[in-house]
């Protein structure tokens, strides 16, 4: 019995919602920067369930996945511009493409190769939506193919934050590497691999809009309205797992054929994210910790093992299609962690004329890895 009960929900939603805001106050920090709010908070929520101050299960957790998660879902996609995403991103999309194959490609090939447990083909689907798009495609595939053992879940979660750093680790010493600079020559890289600014133009990005509480109501009921119909749709078909595909696509249309109103959306990416964050929370008080450690090392074991496949492989491909060095850290970054530490790599090397490209791949990514994800589950 833990100290808050099921029953508590407001004492319950005060705890997750404060670490909630933990996680995003975090990230202000060095050591956040480092580890990601998202994996602190999932920690905490470890933590606090096995020590017993909160439930390992709650009916508001179930509220907090069936309901916010949907709906952050589309607000997340809102900005995915597919048109603006394929024209700015020149070569990296060759790169991002090339990436999130190979990554693919990895993970699949290991998971037929050995076996990783009855839950195999969904964490395999689910991490490979990760390491396309991001937390977001983890959730969403993850709910798609029904990997709802919460011990596997946050194993794979737990293997995909692992595998992150140590793809983070090797891709920061690839420059170093004379095969690589050999194999991908690039303008950003001197001859002993050290980066070099590239001499552009590069148009700033305008700030953020001021806040705006009628562009976020409209966010809000158009994801609703969104999810409405998906689950309609979903029901009429008789294929209820696949709701969460459906809102994908639902939401991506809205952002590509309704860009007036999604003009007057305001900080729904903000507020998507924190009902993510929310759910990271519920997901690691759902853990339970005597059984985590024996579940995870198995997922540990594939995305570690594809990672360093991947970075073989991509050397070849690289080669192989003549793509840039620099160009390809971005995208694959873009890829694998995600648009926000793409642009940050681009930016702190001085490659400002990479920082928008890196971005909209990773956005790309977003738009596609689910659908790739529920694909390998499939074919698994």
Request: with cysteine; proline share 4%; charged share 10%.
């Amino acid at each position: 019995m833990s100290l808050i009960s099921a029953e508590q929900i407001f004492q319950l939603a005060a705890v997750l919602i404060g670490l909630a805001a933990f996680g995003f106050w975090v990230e202000t920090t060095s050591i956040g920067r480092k580890l990601s709010g998202v994996l602190i908070i999932l920690f905490l929520g470890v933590v606090l369930s096995n020590i017993r101050l909160i439930p390992h299960s709650a009916a508001l957790y179930g509220t907090i996945s069936s309901l916010l998660v949907p709906l952050a879902i589309p607000m997340l996609l809102f900005q995915a511009d597919l048109k603006r995403v394929l024209a700015e991103i020149g070569p990296m999309f060759k790169a991002f493409v090339a990436s999130a194959l190979v990554i693919a490609f990895s993970i699949a090939l290991l998971t037929v190769l050995f076996d990783f447990g009855e839950y195999e083909a969904q964490v395999a689907g689910t991490l490979a939506a990760s390491y396309i798009g991001g937390s977001l495609n983890f959730v969403a595939t993850a709910q798609a193919v029904e990997l709802t053992d919460p011990n596997h879940y946050v194993g794979a979660l737990t293997a995909d934050t692992i595998g992150a750093i140590f793809f983070m680790m090797v891709l920061l010493l690839m420059p170093s590497l004379s095969v690589a600079r050999k194999a991908m020559p690039s303008r950003y890289f001197s001859a002993d691999g050290e980066p070099v600014e590239a001499k552009s133009i590069v148009q700033e990005e305008s700030g953020p809009a001021p806040f705006n509480i009628a562009g976020l109501a409209a966010a809000l009921a158009t994801s609703t309205a969104i999810c409405a119909l998906g689950q309609l749709i979903a029901r009429t078909l008789g294929q209820d797992k696949y709701f969460i595909l459906i809102i994908t696509v639902l939401a991506l249309a809205v952002a590509n054929f309704a860009k007036p109103l999604v003009r007057r959306f305001n900080s729904e990416f903000e507020v998507g994210t924190f009902f993510m964050y929310l759910f990271f929370v519920t997901i690691g008080a759902s853990a339970d910790l005597a059984t985590i450690a024996g579940t995870a090392l198995p997922y540990v074991l594939l995305i570690c093992g594809s990672v360093g496949i991947f970075f073989v492989l991509i050397l070849v491909v690289g080669k192989v299609l003549k793509l840039d060095l620099a160009e390809l850290m971005i995208a694959s970054n873009a890829c694998i962690l995600g648009p926000a530490t793409a642009a940050a790599l681009a930016a702190g090397q001085g490659w400002r004329d990479l920082v928008t490209p890196g971005m909209l791949t990773g956005i790309l990514g977003y738009s596609v890895g689910t659908f790739v994800g529920v694909t390998i589950t499939a074919l698994l």
